[in-house]
């Protein structure tokens, strides 16, 4: 009885951060969008940069998320999330 007690626990678990997941990827994923919009009408190299680094720091976490999400959708939850780690 527990070994599927736990899993339905473990599933419902998972759904649930594939929610958030799911929700923070979105968002990553406007903020990239709306920081290369305002990358074309930068009016100094300085901006320019700190906008391509701010890209490169979603882009980064883009991609992480794009781990957990697929790891989340076949059941699997991350070792990063288990602890209790926001998405």
Do not use: W, Y
């Not at 968002?27 to 930068?42: F, G, I, M, P």
């Not at 300085?46 to 882009?59: D, G, K, P, V, Y």
């Amino acid at each position: 009885m527990f070994p599927r007690t736990f899993a339905a626990m473990d599933n419902k678990k998972a759904e649930a951060l594939l929610i958030r997941v799911n929700t923070a990827l979105a968002d990553h994923t406007k903020l990239v969008q709306e920081r290369r919009r305002r990358l074309k009408k930068a009016d100094s190299r300085s901006t320019a940069q700190a906008l391509e680094r701010e890209i490169e720091e979603n882009a980064a976490k883009i991609d992480v998320l794009k781990v957990q999400q697929k790891a989340l959708k076949r059941g699997i939850i991350p070792d990063e999330l288990k602890d209790g780690e926001s998405a």
